[in-house]
């Protein structure tokens, strides 16, 4: 892994630290009402370290990935360039996938509520203005 990639994964941490103190769990879903692909992966890891493998896969079937994809990234130099892009390529896949159907299927993890995100609120407020 190259120094930027260390970098960006430091970023992308403590962007990610600094909104959860802030009490926002998930920056998309805040905003669209509209859950992530990786929407439930942070309890699934808590499921995990509880031993609880069914509850883990319940919120995020691909709790498993990310530690894949960064074993992949640390051992990029090591592998054909072919392999990386492929491995990430399935991996991206899958999330679309997996994700896809999560939003297609009921259930209490990944949420479809754009009237609840923040743009949902200010457009139905301005609109309420202008009446």
């Given at each position: 892994m190259e120094k930027t990639d260390l970098k960006a994964l430091a970023a992308i941490a403590l962007l990610y630290l600094a909104i959860e103190s802030l009490g926002v769990t998930c920056p998309i879903l805040y905003?669209?009402?509209?859950?992530?692909?990786?929407?439930?992966?942070?309890r699934a890891w808590l499921s995990l370290a509880r031993l609880d493998l069914a509850g883990a896969f319940a919120y995020?079937?691909?709790?498993?990935?990310?530690?894949a994809v960064l074993a992949a990234?640390?051992?990029?130099?090591?592998?054909?360039?072919?392999?990386?892009?492929?491995?990430?390529?399935?991996?991206?896949?899958?999330f679309i996938g997996v994700?896809?159907?999560?939003?297609?299927?009921?259930?209490?993890?990944?949420?479809?509520?754009?009237?609840?995100?923040?743009?949902g609120r200010l457009l139905r407020g301005a609109a309420e203005r202008i009446e």
């Open positions: 905003l669209t009402g509209i859950a992530c692909a990786g929407c439930g992966m942070s995020h079937p691909l709790f498993w990935l990310p530690p990234l640390l051992l990029r130099r090591r592998m054909p360039e072919r392999v990386f892009r492929g491995f990430l390529g399935a991996c991206a896949a899958l994700y896809l159907i999560r939003l297609l299927l009921p259930g209490d993890v990944v949420v479809w509520e754009p009237s609840q995100g923040l743009l």
